[in-house]
């Protein structure tokens, strides 16, 4: 009967009693939390943070970035840059054009100089050096990437071709 | 970073694992996998439950850390008693923790940088793990159950709540708080959604990725180069592509650019967490940079320029009075003559920031006993600065022989921007507890 009873509810409603109990305790405390939220501020601004910032990293961000390693693709199958070796050269410069993206999202206010009314406040200093930093490091990244890349093509080369 | 197939490749069948064969493993309640997503579109080969599971084991112990600290941070604000703690009393879970007065006075400075610098070295497996699970959003039919409903909202608080931590948490380390709305509360708050949101998603996918684990290998995959790497078998969320693309990527390269992303965030932030030599290397961190090489030149949180501080309210007239069962006034010469106390002691910022100097003055519990504070009182620290409210110091602070009214550091008076002529310095509070121009000091009952 009772087994009856709970498989009467999984059919109806896809999942466990568990799973519907967890989740009804876990949207209360989340109500209660949205609660708070809003009482002390704009709630436009917050909920224009709230599913702005999602809708912005699904639909935004991650076709740009699907888009821009595309167009990188694209690129690099036109150039004749296939060696003997079979390496190929697409990751060395993913991986230096992501963490240097990366760079920029975290610290955009500071290698803008857009906070720098702020960090002003504290330093007694205008901002001056994180765009010189930050394109530092993206050359440093991009170099390092492709010193491997080169090390890679000459360790390959070097072993008989099959 | 999703992949599809060079023109060379183009030849290469594409049925040959979208088309399912009956043979083809399917749910536990025998229905038919979920058609992934529209087909072509997401298309990566190295999508799959596997990956999402280790992406989301490998955030599992770096958010524990982060949210613990978060609230080791909370509760150092002292929100029982008021004051300026990011929440107030009410409407909040109990404080469950102290420093204990036998912990050395960098314990929180460590809490606080471990928070900020992890929130930041965690981005980049956040950012992986979101496009891990991107065919799921264009899964169709959207929902197949309540269940699934249910799963769905929760999910997009989720992301979103994750969303909202981390860009909160990072502009208010860069800018300060210039948002249109509170960014405590709408941080901390904002901590128990994505919290709770979080542990229930991680129970619910635990089978998944027990799964996972069983079928792939715990690090089986990551033995793999980028000639081994097959997609996954299809399954039952959907995660792998119906029509893979040839593999441009193996996983471990994948994580590899991941885990590169968080050890360059690490390594051009943490200096001004660790300070020292390493304050220089910290390139983009926003305290990596120290303006001077003399006793004073450590970071402020703000310059004395900014607070308005002027030479009238320093200068020769200043006195420190001191209130409790009797009020007593002192110049800093007065001061000066007192038994003096040196301690190495740390500023910590909330903002993740902290520098450690050594501090001379006298014992904020020598004053207290002068003034005849009496017992259990809360202390009010007052500054010289316009519109500044009173700091509240709690007397297991200001009794710790540690706390200071520091009147010097590195062996010269400290600076204007340090809080000449006099400053709190207490261990393990937040930065903002170690009031700067200091001129009242009042110990009152509770």
Redesign the interface.
Known sequence: MRSRLRLGFRRRYGAGALHLIAHLLGFAVVAFALDRIFSGGDVKQLVIWYLGFAIAHDLVFVPAYTGLDRLLRATLSRLPLRTRAGLPVINHVRAPAVISALLLIIYFPLITGQNDGWYFQYSGHHVTHYLRNWLLITAVLFLGSGLIYAARVARARSRPAH | ????K???QRRTPVDRVSGRSPDLPSDAEGRAPLEPSPRGLWRSPIRGPWLTSFLGTLLVPGITVIALTGFIDHWAHYPQLGGDAP?GPG?DIPVLFHFPASWPSWSYAVAQGTHVTLG?VV??IV?AK??SV?PK?FQRPMV?????A??R??L??L???V??EF??G??DM???T?????FN??HY??A??FG??F??HA??KLPVVRRAYRERGVLKPLMQG?AQTKPEPPDEGGLVASNPAAP??SRR?LL??VG??SL??LG?QVGESIGGPLRSVA??A??G?V?GTGPNDF?????A??AQISSRMTGADWRLTVVGARTVSFTREQLLAMPQSSRTLTIACTDGWSTTQLWTGVSLATLARLAGAPGGAILRAVSVQPGQAPQIISPALYRDERSLLALRVNGVDISL?HGYPARVIMPNVPGNFNTKWVHELRFEAA
């Open positions: 970073m999703s992949v599809t060079s023109p060379s929440v409407a930041l981005f980049p950012l979101l496009w991107m959003l197949r159950s309540l269940a699934g249910v799963e909202i929760s997009l608080g992301v979103a709540s969303l909202v860009v909160t990072t502009l860069e800018q300060g210039s948002f249109g709305f509170n509360t709408v708050y904002g128990w959604i709770v949101l542990v229930l129970c619910i980028l441009t990527i390269g590899a650019m590169g992303a360059s965030i051009v390139l983009l926003p305290r940079r303006f970071p402020v949180t703000h310059t320029a900014w921007d």
